[in-house]
């Protein structure tokens, strides 16, 4: 299997995903900007959407969407409990990826651009508010953001938590954010893929 990503990007957590399950693999930088990857690939014919993450299956199939492939690679390895195979707790999760794509991930998007408008910050910012607040209450005082175990919510939610800084949302508004993100961060799968993104 191969992960097409760019470090520290949303292809974060499919990494975080492989590198918690050992799943055999490697991995393929693209540069977002030329769409070229690093042997020289041309990215588009890889991926037609242009953005990372892809995975490109050995029998040549490629995966797009981050949840779809943190799910895809979570059922390989179904003892290691990321992802749960059946009940409500399955659509529970679904549920809850889905909210950190589409409510958080494609909220913070606008704000990594410098010249957005102040209204338009503060429109972002507020939602953000709402969004992360959301988060921090399913939180609570729980170790890990869904259920008694590490799930690929969790590899999802430490990297679009990891961006806040960079677009200065002030994590320490949740203290149990702040620790989560402290705490996922010390896992040595999360560090394996941190190091490998050449991010620390
Ligand atoms: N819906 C996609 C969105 C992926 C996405 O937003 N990727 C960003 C990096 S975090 C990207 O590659 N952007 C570059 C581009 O769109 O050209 C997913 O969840 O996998």
């Known amino acids: 299997m191969k992960l097409y990503f760019a470090p520290g990007a949303c292809s974060l957590a499919p990494h975080i995903v492989l590198e918690e399950l050992e799943l055999p693999h490697t991995l393929e930088q693209v540069d977002l900007k030329s769409k070229k990857t690093q042997s020289g690939e041309d990215y588009s014919t890889v991926n037609a959407k242009g953005y990372v993450p892809a995975l490109a299956l050995d029998d040549g199939n490629v995966l797009t969407e981050g949840c779809v492939i943190s799910q895809y690679l979570a059922e390989l390895h179904p003892n290691k409990q990321l992802f749960p195979l059946s009940g409500l707790a399955r659509y529970q999760l679904q549920s809850l990826m889905v909210y950190i794509a589409t409510e958080i991930h494609k909220t913070i998007g606008p704000m990594f651009n410098p010249h957005q408008e102040a209204k338009s910050r503060a429109a972002s910012e507020a939602t953000m508010n709402k969004r992360l607040g959301w988060i921090s ?64």
Request: proline content about 2%.
């Open 137 to 200: 209450e399913q939180l609570g005082n729980r170790e890990f953001i869904f259920g008694e175990h590490f799930t690929i919510a969790d590899a999802y939610l430490f990297t679009v938590l990891n961006w806040m800084n960079i677009v200065k949302v002030d994590l320490n508004q949740w203290e149990n954010l702040t620790h989560y993100q402290q705490r996922i961060g010390t896992r040595p799968s999360v560090l394996r893929a941190l190091k490998t993104e050449g991010l620390i």
